[in-house]
C-alpha cells in the first residue's frame, strides 16, 4: 500500500517536471520573439519620452540588457495563458467534469486580466511616478540624463507586476471553485487586506498622495471584485453539491 503511494507521488512529480519544460520551453520561444521585435519596440517606447527625457548608454552592455527586459517582458505575456493552463491540467483529474469545464474557461480571462494590469501600470501609474522623479530630480538642479538600461528596467519593474496583481479575482475565483476559500472568509478579513494592499501601494509607489490612491484605490477595486466573484462561484459549488446529494 505505502508502495503504491510512493508509485502516485513520484507519478505526480513527473508530471509537473513534463508540464515545467512545457512551459520552459514555450517561454524561451517567446524571449526569441522578443528579441526579434525588440528594436521596433524600443525605438517606439523611446519615441513616447523623447521630448522629456534623454537617454543613454553607459556601458557597451547596456543595449543587450534592454534588448533582454523586453524580450523577457514579452515572455511573460505569452507564456501566462500556458501557465494557467498547464496549472489547470496539473489539477484536472482531482477536478469533476463540471469544474474542468468551468476552471479551464478562466485562462482566457486570465491573459485579458494581465493585459489589463499592464495597460493600468503603463498608461497611468507610469506616468504618474516618473513625473514625481523628474520633479524632484529638477528641484535639485540636476540634468536629466538616464541610462537606456537602467530607464527601461525601471518600467518593467513598475508595469510587469500589475499584469500579475490584476489576476486576484481569477486566483480567487479558482480557489473558491475549488472550495478552498469562501466568500464569507473574505468579508471577514476585509479590513486586514485593505491594509495589505494599502502597504503594497505604499512600496510601489512615491511618497506623493495622488499616486499612492492611483494605486490603492484599483487594488481595493479589484479586492471587492474578487469577493463577488466569489461569492458567484460559492452559489455554484452549494448548487452542485445540493444536487449531488439529492441524486
Not at 126 to 137: H, K, R, W
Given at each position: 500500500?505505502?508502495?503504491?503511494t510512493?508509485m502516485?507521488?513520484?507519478d505526480?512529480?513527473?508530471?509537473?517536471?513534463k508540464?515545467l519544460?512545457?512551459?520552459?520551453?514555450?517561454f524561451?520561444?517567446?524571449m526569441?520573439i522578443?528579441?526579434?521585435f525588440?528594436?521596433?519596440?524600443?525605438s517606439?517606447?523611446k519615441?513616447?519620452?523623447a521630448d522629456?527625457?534623454e537617454?543613454?548608454?553607459?556601458?557597451p552592455?547596456?543595449?543587450f540588457?534592454?534588448?533582454?527586459?523586453?524580450a523577457i517582458?514579452?515572455?511573460?505575456?505569452?507564456t501566462l495563458?500556458?501557465?494557467?493552463?498547464h496549472?489547470?491540467?496539473f489539477?484536472?483529474p482531482?477536478?469533476?467534469s463540471?469544474?474542468r469545464k468551468?476552471?479551464?474557461?478562466y485562462i482566457?480571462?486570465?491573459?485579458?486580466l494581465?493585459?489589463?494590469?499592464?495597460?493600468?501600470?503603463?498608461?497611468?501609474l507610469?506616468?504618474?511616478?516618473?513625473?514625481?522623479?523628474?520633479?524632484?530630480?529638477t528641484?535639485l538642479?540636476?540634468?536629466?540624463?538616464?541610462?537606456m538600461?537602467?530607464?527601461f528596467g525601471f518600467l518593467?519593474a513598475?508595469?510587469i507586476?500589475?499584469?500579475?496583481?490584476?489576476q486576484?479575482?481569477?486566483?480567487i475565483?479558482?480557489?473558491?471553485?475549488l472550495?478552498i476559500i469562501?466568500?464569507?472568509?473574505?468579508?471577514k478579513?476585509?479590513?486586514?487586506?485593505?491594509?495589505?494592499?494599502?502597504v503594497?501601494?505604499a512600496?510601489i509607489?512615491p511618497?506623493?498622495?495622488?499616486s499612492?490612491?492611483?494605486?490603492?484605490?484599483p487594488l481595493?477595486?479589484?479586492?471587492e471584485?474578487?469577493?463577488?466573484f466569489?461569492?458567484?462561484a460559492?452559489?455554484?459549488?452549494?448548487k452542485n453539491?445540493?444536487?449531488?446529494?439529492?441524486?
Amino acid at each position: 500500500m505505502a508502495k503504491q503511494t510512493q508509485m502516485t507521488m513520484w507519478d505526480h512529480i513527473g508530471e509537473l517536471r513534463k508540464r515545467l519544460i512545457y512551459v520552459l520551453i514555450v517561454f524561451v520561444v517567446s524571449m526569441l520573439i522578443g528579441f526579434f521585435f525588440a528594436e521596433e519596440a524600443v525605438s517606439f517606447l523611446k519615441a513616447q519620452v523623447a521630448d522629456q527625457l534623454e537617454l543613454a548608454v553607459f556601458s557597451p552592455t547596456d543595449a543587450f540588457k534592454v534588448y533582454l527586459q523586453f524580450a523577457i517582458a514579452v515572455a511573460l505575456i505569452i507564456t501566462l495563458p500556458f501557465v494557467l493552463y498547464h496549472i489547470w491540467a496539473f489539477v484536472r483529474p482531482g477536478l469533476t467534469s463540471q469544474e474542468r469545464k468551468l476552471t479551464l474557461s478562466y485562462i482566457p480571462g486570465g491573459a485579458v486580466l494581465f493585459l489589463m494590469g499592464l495597460s493600468f501600470g503603463y498608461f497611468l501609474l507610469f506616468p504618474f511616478v516618473l513625473s514625481f522623479m523628474t520633479g524632484i530630480a529638477t528641484q535639485l538642479g540636476a540634468n536629466e540624463l538616464y541610462g537606456m538600461a537602467q530607464y527601461f528596467g525601471f518600467l518593467f519593474a513598475l508595469v510587469i507586476p500589475f499584469g500579475f496583481i490584476f489576476q486576484m479575482p481569477l486566483i480567487i475565483l479558482f480557489l473558491t471553485s475549488l472550495g478552498i476559500i469562501t466568500p464569507i472568509f473574505l468579508r471577514k478579513i476585509r479590513k486586514f487586506a485593505y491594509f495589505a494592499l494599502f502597504v503594497l501601494a505604499a512600496v510601489i509607489t512615491p511618497p506623493e498622495l495622488l499616486s499612492h490612491l492611483l494605486v490603492t484605490l484599483p487594488l481595493i477595486l479589484l479586492y471587492e471584485i474578487s469577493i463577488w466573484f466569489s461569492s458567484v462561484a460559492y452559489r455554484r459549488v452549494l448548487k452542485n453539491k445540493e444536487q449531488a446529494y439529492d441524486q
